[in-house]
């Protein structure tokens, strides 16, 4: 289905469904917030006082998302947590569901298991032969093992969509209570596994994925909570259709709720968002006042931006209408939105642009069918700097993070080596992973998906989510590269050399995620840039670093946006490479990459974004590599399509830096 206009009869469908004996959305006194409990971790013995680099995933989905269930996974939160922290899990293989072994390369540092909320208690239901909503329509389907099963995409799709007597009973009594045994489920786990000593080895998090689809656009969130105090129940779309109206249930269910609830919210995939993720709009908040308003809570609940993952990148992409500047080379990565835009055969179509106009957000699409500045996020970061200035408030101020949206409950499995796929039966084989077909759901547009960085003083709850809300955080596109990134007026010029370079970058200036101090007077920003390789493991050793790059972007006084791209460290044309033929890297690299970089066309009358990427020299993509595993007669002929390049190269992109004309910094500590 995925790349085909969505036509008026489904939408009539979906409207048909929506509308069958649909149910109220409960109050929302129904989420009101209450601490679980359980016992309170020690103070961790361990402690950074500039900080150290944990690794994560917080996008991981098991049994309990009925997608997942219908590729034929059958491991539960345990199972997740198990193997984010070192241990083994199984993966089906045809009808066997434990056929397949898989184990990380590498303990994780912290995770959270975000199964979908939409269909928590409906799932219940319809496995349970006993309940009064088994033989509905709907539990047919659901039971049906189709893994996107067009009845349960236009739930998450109708901008009318609700809840129905058939399947949830009386009041939607059933599916409520079942959900809350299901979200309970999901709370133990993460207790059973976070390591409460004072070793802090590991850490988890209590959160659920909101996913919206609204219209055919992908505007998923995952919510994060900070501790055991949460939602008794996790909203979801199915209950609210807005994500502002999401963003103000959890502030006042839970922020407000005098229980010690803390939460944010994580958008991703904007890549697939059709240009609706970034949207500049208010509805309801007619006023400035008001605009702005919903800006500032866009930004208190959303501090953080889910970069890349396995349906893709969603840094940038060239040929954008309305951005300014030379072509970056390096935006065509991981593009999972182009295999939208193939129809048949090999052929190619250009995508048009993104449908505007007062009824924009009424026109149906399904799956990403346009594109649009407003889908990536180095043009939201800018757009963001245009929204300031018009309203005094920036609803795109958001660090960058990754992740993977494993639906094999495989939180941090990103090895590009032996990568087992994402989807269960929907990528179990590898002539699947290496095709491009739509035929199979788990094909080459995916990538193993990403890991989120964060630099804080300890492995703890409190230490990583201050860290978040800090912005002080980093994303990869899978190696464990640690970038850092300081912005300041007064750095010095020799930091890279001297010993105490951290201490004094955090006294000279403000870490990623962070805003520039006001400026005295005529000076340009100087920035230390700085980032250590992968070293890897004995059975997969890590690549070296290439380059560092500083990514620049601001907005003319016409609303046009600008980005250039300044390599400051390391060498483009090192001569580094790989033999497709071979997988067998070649040519020199570095392990560590440092330099202070001053912005040679700084204008202190115009905001600016910056922000770091880090890229390693060229390495194979996993589904070149399990091309070459094959038999030569046995591989399928995409292992020769050139969609994807087999040759990729691998980065870390850290937490902006911003730059405000006359304004006080803003700056978290």
Same mark, same amino acid.
């Given at each position: 289905?995925?790349?085909?206009?969505?036509?008026?009869a489904a939408?009539?469908?979906?409207?048909?469904? &929506?509308?069958?004996d649909? !149910?109220?959305? #409960?109050?929302?006194?129904?989420?009101? %917030? @209450?601490?679980?409990?359980?016992? +309170? =971790?020690a103070?961790?013995?361990?402690?950074?006082?500039?900080?150290?680099?944990?690794?994560?995933?917080?996008?991981?989905?098991?049994?309990?998302?009925?997608?997942?269930?219908?590729?034929?996974?059958?491991?539960?939160?345990?199972d997740?947590?198990?193997? &984010?922290?070192?241990?083994? !899990?199984?993966? #089906?293989?045809?009808?066997?569901?434990? %056929? @397949?072994?898989a184990?990380?390369? +590498? =303990?994780?540092?912290?995770?959270?298991?975000?199964?979908h909320?939409?269909?928590?208690g409906?799932?219940?239901?319809?496995?349970?032969?006993?309940?009064?909503?088994?033989?509905?329509?709907f539990?047919?389907v659901?039971?049906?093992?189709?893994?996107?099963?067009?009845?349960?995409?236009?739930?998450?799709?109708?901008?009318?969509?609700?809840?129905?007597?058939?399947?949830c009973?009386?009041?939607?009594?059933?599916?409520?209570?079942?959900?809350?045994?299901t979200?309970?489920?999901?709370?133990?786990?993460?207790?059973?596994?976070?390591?409460?000593t004072?070793?802090?080895?590991?850490?988890?998090?209590?959160?659920?994925?909101?996913?919206?689809y609204?219209?055919?656009?992908n505007?998923h969130r995952n919510?994060?909570f900070?501790?055991?105090?949460v939602?008794?129940?996790p909203?979801?779309?199915?209950?609210?259709?807005?994500?502002?109206?999401?963003?103000?249930?959890?502030?006042?269910?839970?922020?407000?709720?005098?229980?010690?609830?803390?939460?944010?919210?994580?958008?991703?995939?904007?890549?697939?968002?059709?240009?609706?993720?970034?949207?500049?709009?208010y509805?309801?908040?007619?006023?400035?006042?008001?605009k702005?308003?919903?800006?500032?809570?866009?930004?208190r609940?959303?501090?953080?931006?889910?970069?890349?993952?396995?349906?893709?990148?969603?840094?940038?992409?060239?040929?954008?209408?309305?951005?300014?500047?030379?072509?970056?080379?390096?935006?065509?990565?991981?593009?999972?939105?182009?295999?939208?835009?193939?129809?048949?055969?090999?052929?190619?179509?250009?995508?048009?642009?993104?449908?505007?106009?007062?009824?924009?957000?009424?026109?149906?699409?399904?799956?990403?069918?346009?594109?649009?500045?407003?889908?990536?996020?180095?043009?939201?970061?800018?757009?963001?700097?245009?929204?300031?200035r018009?309203?005094?408030?920036?609803?795109?101020?958001?660090?960058?993070?990754?992740?993977?949206?494993?639906?094999?409950?495989?939180?941090?499995?990103?090895?590009?080596?032996?990568?087992?796929?994402?989807?269960?039966?929907?990528?179990?084989?590898?002539e699947?992973?290496?095709?491009?077909?739509?035929?199979?759901a788990?094909?080459?547009?995916?990538?193993p998906?990403?890991?989120?960085?964060?630099?804080?003083?300890?492995?703890?709850?409190?230490?990583?989510?201050?860290?978040?809300?800090?912005?002080?955080?980093?994303?990869?596109?899978?190696?464990?590269i640690?970038?850092?990134?300081?912005?300041?007026?007064?750095?010095a010029?020799?930091?890279?050399?001297?010993?105490?370079?951290?201490?004094?970058?955090?006294?000279?200036?403000?870490?990623?995620?962070?805003d520039?101090?006001p400026?005295?007077?005529?000076?340009?920003?100087?920035?230390l840039?700085?980032?250590?390789?992968?070293?890897?493991?004995?059975?997969?050793?890590?690549?070296?670093?290439?380059?560092?790059?500083?990514?620049?972007?601001w907005?003319?006084?016409?609303?046009?946006?600008?980005?250039?791209v300044?390599?400051v460290?390391?060498?483009?044309?090192?001569?580094?490479?790989?033999?497709?033929?071979?997988?067998?890297?070649?040519?020199?690299?570095?392990?560590?990459?440092?330099?202070?970089?001053?912005?040679?066309?700084?204008?202190?009358?115009?905001?600016?974004?910056?922000?770091?990427?880090a890229?390693?020299?060229?390495?194979?993509?996993?589904?070149?590599?399990?091309?070459?595993?094959?038999?030569r007669?046995?591989?399928?002929?995409?292992?020769?399509?050139?969609?994807?390049?087999?040759?990729?190269?691998?980065?870390?992109?850290?937490?902006?830096?911003?730059?405000?004309?006359?304004?006080?910094?803003?700056?978290?500590?």
């Amino acid at each position: 289905m995925r790349g085909r206009r969505f036509g008026g009869a489904a939408l009539a469908l979906a409207m048909a469904l &929506a509308a069958c004996d649909r !149910l109220e959305p #409960p109050p929302e006194s129904a989420w009101a %917030a @209450r601490d679980f409990g359980g016992p +309170r =971790p020690a103070p961790c013995s361990h402690s950074v006082p500039e900080r150290q680099a944990l690794f994560g995933d917080l996008h991981i989905h098991t049994a309990l998302s009925n997608d997942a269930w219908n590729f034929g996974l059958r491991m539960g939160p345990d199972d997740a947590y198990r193997y &984010a922290f070192g241990g083994s !899990l199984k993966l #089906p293989l045809g009808d066997d569901f434990e %056929a @397949r072994t898989a184990t990380i390369d +590498r =303990p994780l540092d912290f995770a959270a298991v975000t199964d979908h909320a939409e269909f928590l208690g409906e799932q219940s239901v319809c496995f349970d032969e006993q309940a009064a909503g088994y033989d509905s329509r709907f539990c047919a389907v659901m039971r049906s093992g189709e893994g996107r099963a067009p009845a349960l995409v236009l739930q998450i799709m109708s901008p009318v969509s609700a809840r129905t007597e058939e399947v949830c009973g009386t009041n939607g009594e059933d599916c409520a209570r079942r959900a809350q045994a299901t979200w309970r489920r999901n709370i133990e786990a993460a207790q059973r596994w976070q390591d409460a000593t004072p070793a802090c080895e590991r850490t988890t998090f209590i959160a659920y994925e909101y996913s919206s689809y609204r219209m055919g656009s992908n505007l998923h969130r995952n919510v994060i909570f900070r501790n055991t105090a949460v939602v008794q129940r996790p909203p979801s779309y199915i209950d609210i259709h807005r994500e502002w109206d999401l963003w103000r249930v959890l502030q006042e269910q839970c922020i407000d709720s005098a229980t010690g609830c803390d939460v944010l919210a994580i958008p991703h995939n904007s890549n697939i968002s059709n240009g609706r993720m970034f949207a500049v709009d208010y509805p309801g908040a007619g006023s400035r006042e008001a605009k702005a308003e919903r800006a500032r809570l866009r930004a208190r609940m959303e501090p953080v931006v889910e970069i890349m993952q396995h349906k893709g990148d969603s840094e940038c992409r060239n040929g954008l209408p309305g951005v300014l500047g030379a072509v970056d080379e390096l935006c065509d990565f991981e593009k999972f939105e182009n295999q939208a835009f193939r129809r048949s055969g090999d052929a190619v179509e250009a995508p048009g642009p993104c449908y505007a106009g007062p009824f924009a957000d009424w026109v149906p699409h399904l799956g990403p069918d346009c594109l649009d500045r407003k889908s990536y996020i180095r043009h939201a970061l800018v757009q963001g700097l245009v929204e300031e200035r018009k309203l005094g408030a920036n609803p795109f101020k958001f660090g960058l993070m990754a992740s993977t949206d494993t639906h094999n409950a495989m939180g941090g499995g990103v090895q590009e080596a032996n990568f087992p796929g994402h989807l269960g039966i929907g990528d179990e084989r590898p002539e699947q992973r290496v095709q491009f077909t739509s035929e199979f759901a788990g094909n080459a547009s995916n990538n193993p998906g990403g890991l989120i960085g964060v630099w804080a003083q300890e492995n703890s709850r409190d230490a990583i989510f201050d860290a978040l809300q800090r912005r002080e955080v980093f994303g990869t596109s899978g190696p464990r590269i640690q970038p850092r990134f300081f912005g300041g007026w007064e750095l010095a010029a020799d930091l890279c050399g001297r010993a105490d370079m951290l201490q004094a970058a955090y006294a000279a200036g403000v870490p990623m995620g962070a805003d520039l101090p006001p400026a005295p007077g005529d000076a340009a920003p100087a920035f230390l840039v700085a980032a250590t390789a992968d070293a890897g493991t004995a059975d997969f050793p890590g690549a070296p670093l290439q380059r560092l790059q500083v990514i620049k972007g601001w907005a003319d006084a016409q609303g046009n946006h600008h980005q250039r791209v300044f390599d400051v460290a390391g060498q483009a044309g090192n001569g580094a490479g790989v033999d497709p033929a071979t997988c067998a890297p070649r040519g020199a690299g570095f392990d560590q990459l440092c330099s202070v970089w001053t912005d040679p066309d700084f204008d202190a009358s115009v905001a600016a974004v910056y922000y770091l990427r880090a890229v390693e020299n060229p390495t194979c993509r996993y589904s070149a590599r399990q091309c070459l595993e094959m038999p030569r007669a046995e591989r399928p002929a995409d292992c020769a399509d050139t969609l994807f390049d087999p040759v990729i190269q691998e980065r870390a992109w850290s937490s902006p830096i911003w730059y405000s004309p006359g304004t006080a910094g803003r700056s978290a500590d």
